[in-house]
């Protein structure tokens, strides 16, 4: 299938009507007004995600179940996306689609580490299992399996074939000697988002120049959250932090990256890049809730450049990559919503993880 | 054949007793379709323990998959017998644990040497790049001042290495280049010995460790290694044979087992739907009417107070929720793949599969009709049924297409694009009709005919369809209607009486117009301008139009428009048929003008005949694959959108391997 034009004249038309189905910041402003968690799941249900959550009955109407239908419409946009995407750009769409699998692959790691103790092993794949992301046939983990191997070794031994096995043969001689599953997730990590942007690389054309952008934008954020937190969180040294974080982005240089692993400022690196986020100092004074604020300003910041991608021309990957990042950064709004609501947290205690009350400047 | 199976409601109560037994007649008769009727339980009775069995049993039949695996065995449900409800989980977790105990324990040691083999192989390799440097390999550790690692790491991370320590002065080797797993060697001073083990470690990079046993130079370090090598892989032919003598002593146990497990979760996932009472289980699901006596027999012979209640359901109406079972023979396969890749049929609609197993073939063999092309299409079919099981039905339809394709040949007169062969043997000749290419004007007024047809057909078939779904709507008001057929027939009338009297100076009588363009208008306005006020009419719906009359006017008049221009570019694309028969033709016609220039006019010799060959074996692929499309699209485009809704939930009923066997 050709790119250009007549590759994308269907797939942006019909993506472009997607866009609409996206919430609003007034429908989430009002969702987030709600009383309850009842409420919620009534609003729910008038928009895109109803058909979703109509299925569910009576008894199911919990967070948990309601989380996992509203991830089946986001994996549904994927799988259709992906369908419909050119030949040409389709390997970096179902590349950003595998994030989830990665996700998935980890929860099923730590799944075995921290939740085996708790039962027998029927159980355990059931807790595993529900807060998999819902992939269905496309995912290639044998994550029952991978559970009921009941050990971490066994479980990475079963991933032959997938593209994870290269990336955990080295972590695991790690693994088996220091027991931790951080070396196993920081290679997950940067495994995929080396594949990414590589990915992203092998485009060309505006195709290349928005590809970039989006991934580029969605690499700044976590390079640099990786960043500061293995500084700040784990005060991990220099040489580490620039082992376990990427020399690529889109705006977050090189040198940005080492700067911050070399004990610079980290307040006056992130509002030169970003002049928008100014309080960076306040974050940083108490990392423990200052940090995941600083990931939603800086996640909004992946919202403009998802938005930038709707001006101009429409025949690009640009516009296809945008609206699903902005539909899994609704998902992630709607589920902080799910859960507030469901354990009357107060509005003040989950506003500020919002990400679309607010529209980024 | 033409509808799918009649199939009957059913709900039997049944004592807790009779559970396993009724589930077990139920999962080996092969004929339950099941529906989830845990919302007819009681909510209070806790969580089922059926749910906890089948996850039990799910885990036990994955065990028993991985040490198939460990034994190279393939999964095999031959011992599938009748299920015994009365094996106890903790009997056959028993066997399984004892059984996977005595196969773990070489199939760990032989997992244990494959992976020392990987490592020492490892080694190896890592060695190499320095097998020419004459020095002691253990004195790489023991320098004063400086310290250094040799080892593999992943290529991503060599230059990322190197800058995490661009502040200690370092030297950096890469000693062999690889796409996956380069080998460097990194020196540095000993006082930054940290600083060094930091970065190695946090970029992955796994160091050379050599036994105590190894020792010496590269040279005789990799001796040692290449010793240890041969007798690791010694050690594994001998846990092999092992496992293979496991195989063997264990094999009928080993798929007693697994058949035992398998029936055992089946049946828990099945009870686990089932609703719950106190002292009985409802059980709810559909089964085909003509099954229905036999199975009632076999379910009062294993429960006798089994409560049975069953509910026939009438073709007439709605049944979107009624599974669909389609009952075509066997040698119908290939053309009911075809219709469910478009749709499975609804229950209360009509099947196509048999008209399609007529139409398809006929269209595909009118557009490519000729007795060798036919023949060697015929042939790949039968080669491909024959060869590639995946894909044998594909295969039974090329060789039905390629037969009619043969009889077509006959009807043209042509043979591998030679046309006078056949015409001129007096056997042949009686069979022949006429050329195509001759007759273009004639092959394509037929084709469109066939096309009139074959759409009026599809049009009385819905009337058919809503006819027995009783939808009154839709049968008189719907633009494939009762109406919309009337519009289609006058309309073809007046386009006919126009055609007869511009091009055949034929007069056609005035009133005959005025009928039709009356038909015409009545046939609009009812089944295209109206047609949704009137359905919501006769179904009681309120409002009739919604969104205002301003936005109907607009869109009643594209939609008549878009009807105009529908019927007639419907009824044209079957020219196309007539067009391919034709190009059929001129293919093998451009044919013979290269064999003729490749044999300098000759028409004879080697080259003439190698481009009669390759052109035909081109026609055959290239057109063949494109006729099959067109074929295809005037099926799903033109012909069943007129009729065939789909949408039908498919049949899936729950069967034991025993059952499915038979």
Redesign the interface.
């Known amino acids: 299938m050709p790119g250009g034009v007549s590759g994308y004249a269907a797939i942006s038309s019909r993506v472009r009507a997607r866009f609409s189905s996206l919430l609003t910041p007034q429908d989430v402003t009002r969702m987030s007004d709600a009383p309850d968690f009842a409420s919620l799941f009534g609003a729910l249900k008038n928009t895109a995600y109803g058909p979703y959550l109509d299925s569910l009955?009576d008894?199911d109407v919990v967070p948990r179940r309601v989380i996992i239908q509203l991830k089946k419409r986001l994996a549904d946009s994927y799988d259709s996306v992906i369908q419909m995407t050119p030949v040409e750009t389709r390997p970096l769409v179902k590349q950003l689609f595998r994030y989830f699998e990665v996700g998935n692959l980890k929860a099923v790691l730590r799944g075995i580490i921290t939740v085996s103790a708790w039962g027998p092993?029927?159980v355990l794949?059931?807790r595993v299992h529900e807060v998999l992301f819902p992939l269905g046939s496309t995912s290639r983990l044998p994550a029952?399996?991978m559970v009921?191997s009941g050990s971490v070794a066994s479980a990475v031994d079963l991933l032959q074939g997938t593209p994870y096995q290269?990336?955990l043969s080295?972590?695991m001689?790690?693994y088996s000697a220091e027991q931790n599953l951080f070396?196993l997730e920081v290679?997950l990590d940067?495994?995929f988002w080396?594949s990414l942007w590589a990915e992203a690389g092998k485009l060309t054309g505006q195709d290349h120049e928005q590809g970039v952008r989006i991934v580029g934008s969605l690499l700044d954020m976590n390079n640099l959250m990786w960043a500061v937190r293995y500084r700040v969180y784990h005060k991990?040294?220099?040489?580490?932090i620039?082992?376990?974080t990427?020399?690529v982005g889109f705006r977050v240089k090189?040198s940005d990256i080492?700067a911050i692993a070399?004990g610079a400022d980290i307040a006056s690196i992130i509002t030169r890049i970003y002049p928008a986020i100014v309080d960076v100092n306040t974050f940083l004074e108490d990392p423990q809730t200052g940090l995941p604020k600083l990931e939603v300003h800086l996640k909004r910041q992946i919202m403009k450049q998802c938005l930038s991608a709707l001006v101009g021309s429409p025949f690009h990957i640009g516009l296809p990559l945008a609206y699903l990042v902005l539909s899994d950064l609704e998902v992630q709004d709607l589920i902080v919503l799910v859960e507030a609501k469901s354990s009357n947290l107060p509005a003040d205690q989950y506003r500020p993880f919002l990400l679309k009350t607010i529209m980024p400047a | 054949m033409f509808f799918p199976k009649s199939m009957t409601e059913v709900e039997l109560i049944v004592p807790t007793k009779d559970l396993l037994a009724v589930t077990n007649v139920l999962g080996s008769r092969g004929v339950f379709h099941q529906i989830d009727s845990t919302y007819l339980g009681l909510v209070n009775l806790g969580p089922s323990t059926w749910q906890e069995k089948a996850a039990a049993y799910s885990t036990l039949e994955r065990r028993i998959q991985v040490i198939l695996q460990a034994l190279s065995m393939e999964e095999d449900y031959s011992a599938a017998t009748s299920f015994n409800p009365s094996v106890d989980l903790d009997v056959i977790r028993s066997a399984v644990d004892r059984v996977e105990g005595e196969i773990k324990q070489v199939s760990d040691h032989l997992n244990a040497e494959k992976k020392r083999l990987e490592q020492l192989e490892s080694q190896l390799v890592q060695l190499e790049p320095i097998a020419d440097v004459n020095f002691e390999v253990g004195a790489l550790t023991q320098s004063r001042y400086l310290y250094s690692v040799l080892g593999i790491l992943p290529a991503a991370n060599v230059s990322r290495l190197e800058t995490s320590l661009s502040r200690v002065p370092h030297v950096f080797f890469v000693l062999r280049e690889d796409s996956q797993k380069p080998v460097v060697w990194l020196l540095g001073p000993r006082s930054n010995s940290d600083v060094i083990d930091r970065a190695v470690k946090s970029a992955y990079l796994n160091p050379l460790v050599l036994p105590d046993e190894f020792t010496g130079t590269p040279v005789r370090v990799s001796e040692s290694i290449r010793r240890s090598i041969e007798a690791s892989r010694q050690e594994i032919s001998k846990f092999e044979a092992g496992l293979a003598k496991l195989a063997e002593s264990h094999h009928e146990e080993l798929y007693q087992l697994l058949w035992d497990v398998h029936a055992g979760r089946i049946t828990a996932d099945a009870i686990a739907r089932f609703g719950q009472l106190r002292h009985t289980y409802v059980i709810v699901g559909w089964v085909p009417s003509s099954d229905l006596d036999h199975l009632s027999q076999q379910l009062r012979s294993v429960s006798r107070e089994i409560l049975i209640e069953a509910r026939p359901i009438e073709r007439a109406g709605q049944h979107a929720n009624v599974p669909v079972a389609l009952r075509n023979p066997g040698l119908l396969g290939p053309f009911e793949m075809l219709v469910n890749t478009y749709a499975r049929p609804r229950y209360e609609e009509i099947d196509p599969t048999v008209l399609i197993a007529i139409t398809f073939p006929v269209l595909f063999g009118a557009m490519f009709g000729d007795v060798g092309h036919g023949l060697v299409l015929a042939l790949f079919g039968g080669l491909l049924a024959y060869r590639a099981h995946k894909i044998a039905s594909l295969g039974g339809l090329v060789i039905v297409c390629g037969l009619v394709a043969t009889i077509f040949g006959f009807l043209y007169g042509s043979i591998f694009g030679f046309e006078d062969i056949l015409p001129s043997n007096p056997f042949f000749k009686q069979f022949f009709w006429m050329h195509p290419i001759e007759n273009i004007i004639a092959t394509l007024g037929i084709a469109v005919g066939v096309g009139v047809v074959l759409l009026s057909f599809g049009l009385l078939l819905n009337l058919y369809n809503a006819l027995r779904a009783r939808d009154w709507g839709r049968f008189f008001f719907d633009p494939n209607g009762l109406a919309g057929l009337i519009l289609y027939w006058s309309f073809l009338g007046l386009v006919v009486a126009g055609a007869g009297g511009f091009i055949m100076h034929q007069t056609v009588p005035s009133f005959v117009f005025a009928i039709l363009i009356v038909l015409v208008i009545s046939g609009a306005l009812t089944g295209v301008v109206f047609s949704e006020p009137l359905k919501r009419l006769i179904e009681g719906h309120r409002p009739l139009i919604e969104g205002g009359i301003g936005i109907f006017a607009v869109q009643s008049f594209f939609e008549l428009l878009e009807k105009f221009i529908s019927m007639f570019s419907n009824s044209m694309s079957y020219v196309r048929v007539g067009a391919f028969a034709v190009a059929h033709a001129g293919f093998s016609l451009a044919v013979f003008v290269f064999a003729g220039l490749a044999s300098a006019g000759t028409n004879m010799g080697l080259g003439y005949w190698v481009v009669i060959v390759f052109g035909n074996l081109f026609i055959v692929g290239f057109e063949g694959f494109i006729v099959s499309i067109q074929t295809m699209r005037l099926h799903y485009y033109e012909f069943f959108s007129k009729f065939f809704t789909g949408g039908g939930s498919p049949y899936e009923p729950l069967a034991l391997p025993s059952a499915r066997k038979n």
């Open positions: 009955k008894r092993e029927t794949w059931d029952q399996a009921e290269e990336t080295f972590a001689k790690r070396a290679a940067l495994g080396r991990l040294s220099e040489e580490e620039v082992n376990y990427l020399p090189d080492r070399a």
